[in-house]
């Protein structure tokens, strides 16, 4: 069974500063990754899709990197501002089956 | 194209009453997911339509749960005797098959049973 966690569970910083956050999932055999974002009673919004062949994709100040064979990916946020508080959320999606295994989310706070 | 809508977005129920959402989908987009998210977790998947076939479903979805999508656009989620621990975020999400099928989250419907 897929397990997912991510870590921090939360991360309070500065405006302006770099950050990473981590995911890790127990099963290899995946045929996607995906990264959202959530603001508080809000839906996901997709912020980027990595295929299980791919090893990076990057929008604007976000990059994504996975490393499939650890089971390890990052969302790598650069020169971060109060706007991109909320919470991120990584979903693996096997390949033998169409729907994503959540974790449980890191909940971001940059301040002004 | 407005994404994918959800219909209502807050439902205020007593235990053991019925309740039903909507989803319509990205208009394009032939598979339909539901998921289940209570607070400081993670979505849960519940089960998944492609087209009007409903293909997976999860353990989590009881007899007391059941999703349609009859013509293959819409779908409705509809949860009988509802008890407190059905209070949660119920989200739908759709994605065109493909390479990518990338998920497109809706909005959500908040659930509160009393």
């Known amino acids: 069974k897929q397990e997912v966690t991510q870590i921090p569970a939360a991360l309070s910083v500065p405006e302006g500063e770099n950050l990473v956050l981590n995911c890790s999932f127990t099963?290899?055999?995946?045929?996607?990754l995906q990264w959202f974002r959530q603001d508080p009673g809000k839906g996901l919004t997709s912020l980027l899709l990595i295929q299980s062949s791919q090893r990076e994709q990057t929008s604007g100040r976000l990059n994504a990197s996975l490393d499939k064979s650890s089971g390890r990916s990052t969302l790598y946020i650069a020169a971060s501002q109060p706007g991109d508080s909320a919470t991120y959320l990584c979903a693996v999606r096997h390949n033998y089956g169409q729907n994503f295994v959540f974790g449980p989310g890191t909940r971001l706070s940059v301040l002004p | 194209d407005t994404g994918v809508s959800q219909d209502p977005r807050h439902k205020i129920t007593k235990r053991g009453q019925n309740v039903t959402f909507r989803c319509d989908p990205i208009?394009?987009?032939?598979?339909l997911y539901w998921y289940r998210q209570t607070l400081g977790q993670g979505p849960e998947f519940l089960t998944y339509f492609q087209n009007e076939a409903q293909l997976e479903k999860s353990r989590l979805l009881s007899d007391r749960f059941s999703a349609e999508r009859p013509k293959g656009s819409f779908s409705t989620l509809e949860i009988q005797r509802t008890e407190q621990g059905d209070s949660a975020m119920y989200l739908c999400?759709?994605?065109?098959?493909?390479?990518?099928?990338?998920?497109?989250f809706g909005p959500g419907t908040r659930l509160t049973v009393t």
């Open positions: 208009s394009e987009h032939n598979r």
């Open positions: 099963d290899s055999a995946i045929y996607n």
């Open positions: 999400a759709s994605s065109a098959q493909g390479f990518t099928d990338e998920q497109y």
